[in-house]
C-alpha cells in the first residue's frame, strides 16, 4: 500500500506542477502580447532613443568641459566654412564698392 500512496502523492505532484507550468506560460505569453502591441513597441523605442541622446548629450557635454580649446577651434572652422559663400559675396561687393569709388574720385 505505500508503493501506491507514493505513486498518488508523485501524481497529485506532477498534476501540481502541470498546473503551474501552466499557469506560468500563460502568464508570460500574456506579457510578450502585451510587450508586443505596436503602441507598447512604439513607446518603448521611443525611451530607448531619448535615453541614448541623454548619454550622448552628457558625453558631448563633459567633452567640450574638457577640450574647449579643441572645440572652439572645430566651431571656428565650420562657422567659416558654412559662411563661405556669404562672406565672399560680402567682400567682393565690399572692393567692387572700394574700386568704384576710387574711380569716381579720379574722375
Given at each position: 500500500?505505500?508503493?501506491?500512496?507514493?505513486?498518488i502523492?508523485?501524481?497529485?505532484s506532477?498534476?501540481?506542477?502541470?498546473k503551474?507550468?501552466?499557469?506560468n506560460?500563460?502568464?508570460?505569453?500574456?506579457d510578450?502580447?502585451?510587450?508586443?502591441?505596436p503602441?507598447?513597441?512604439?513607446?518603448?523605442?521611443k525611451?530607448?532613443?531619448?535615453?541614448?541622446?541623454?548619454?550622448?548629450?552628457?558625453?558631448?557635454?563633459?567633452?567640450?568641459?574638457?577640450?574647449?580649446?579643441?572645440?572652439?577651434?572645430?566651431?571656428?572652422a565650420?562657422?567659416?566654412?558654412?559662411?563661405?559663400k556669404?562672406?565672399?559675396?560680402?567682400?567682393s561687393?565690399?572692393k567692387?564698392?572700394?574700386?568704384?569709388?576710387h574711380?569716381d574720385a579720379?574722375?
Open positions: 500500500m505505500t508503493q501506491n500512496n507514493d505513486d502523492f508523485r501524481l497529485r506532477l498534476a501540481i506542477e502541470k503551474l507550468a501552466r499557469d506560460v500563460r502568464k508570460e505569453l500574456s510578450t502580447k502585451e510587450r508586443l502591441r503602441a507598447n513597441l512604439i513607446q518603448e523605442a525611451d530607448k532613443t531619448l535615453d541614448r541622446i541623454q548619454k550622448v548629450s552628457e558625453d558631448a557635454l563633459q567633452g567640450v568641459k574638457d577640450h574647449p580649446g579643441k572645440v572652439a577651434t572645430v566651431a571656428t565650420a562657422a567659416l566654412m558654412a559662411l563661405r556669404p562672406l565672399t559675396k560680402h567682400y561687393k565690399r567692387a564698392y572700394a574700386n568704384s569709388e574711380h579720379e574722375d
